[in-house]
């Protein structure tokens, strides 16, 4: 079946600008998380999702980051007014469930060059 | 909070030889999984292997085995028989029993650039 998909592939914005970018999970899985990737690090989480529910936001790195999820589906991660230490890769990744046991199926990724 | 550790950033290895690569935890947890990822430039993250922290005996996946040291907090990657298509960035992450406002998040350490010498 069809992985986790994420759109757009590579972004390109201003600085000062509003970005959206999206996570398609897996169809059925209930567990949906987000992670940024800066050039040449490991991935650092910044929120997951249960349904459409979020229960700790703390992993943001500052209010200008938002998420949101529809149903057990497509989850959205705004940025507003992007800095340029926003530049990174952003992952999502999903989950049947959210227990330990099962396995996070990740997508490829959006890269996101703030100039 | 856990922490990852890779204090390799970069190996390298020729084609057929074996290569290790390293991986420190630190955690207060009894209970946890631990994880190798692959990710190789088109970004896509690869589970490579994983370990559950109540199992003693060391996970194996084809040419791919951990050498897993509770004690120790150690879980390093052993590849055999490397090939070319092995070369990748490498990611050592810990994961935690599920919690209500967590999840089950994964910590990952910084990586280790692996490159495979014909």
């Known amino acids: 079946g069809a992985g986790v998909s994420q759109s757009p592939s590579n972004k390109v914005t201003e600085k000062g600008k509003d970005v959206e970018l999206r996570c398609d999970p897996i169809s059925g899985h209930t567990a949906l998380y987000w992670y940024r990737q800066r050039l040449g690090q490991g991935l650092e989480f910044l929120i997951y999702f249960q349904g459409n529910s979020a229960p700790d936001k703390s992993g943001l790195p500052s209010d200008r980051f938002s998420a949101e999820r529809t149903g057990e589906s497509v989850s959205t991660l705004t940025i507003q007014r992007t800095q340029q230490e926003d530049s990174a890769v952003y992952l999502c990744?999903?989950?049947?469930?959210?227990?330990?046991?099962?396995?996070?199926?990740f997508g490829p990724g959006t890269r996101l060059t703030v100039t | 909070a856990q922490t990852v550790t890779q204090s390799q950033p970069e190996m390298s290895v020729q084609e057929a030889e074996t290569v290790t690569l390293s991986c420190t935890y630190d955690?207060?947890?009894?209970?946890?999984?631990l994880f190798w990822y692959k990710q190789p430039p088109s970004r896509q993250m690869i589970l490579v292997i994983r370990?559950?922290?109540?199992?003693?005996q060391n996970a194996t996946e084809n040419r791919f085995s951990v050498n897993f040291q509770k004690a120790a907090k150690s879980f390093s990657l052993k590849i055999s028989d490397s090939q070319l298509g092995d070369a990748a960035m490498y990611f050592c992450a810990y994961r935690s029993d599920f919690t209500e406002t967590s999840g089950s998040r994964l910590t990952f350490g910084e990586g280790t650039q692996l490159t495979v010498n014909p």
């Open positions: 370990q559950e922290a109540y199992k003693q």
């Open positions: 990744a999903s989950s049947l469930v959210p227990d330990s046991s099962y396995e996070q199926y």
């Open positions: 955690t207060s947890e009894s209970d946890y999984y």
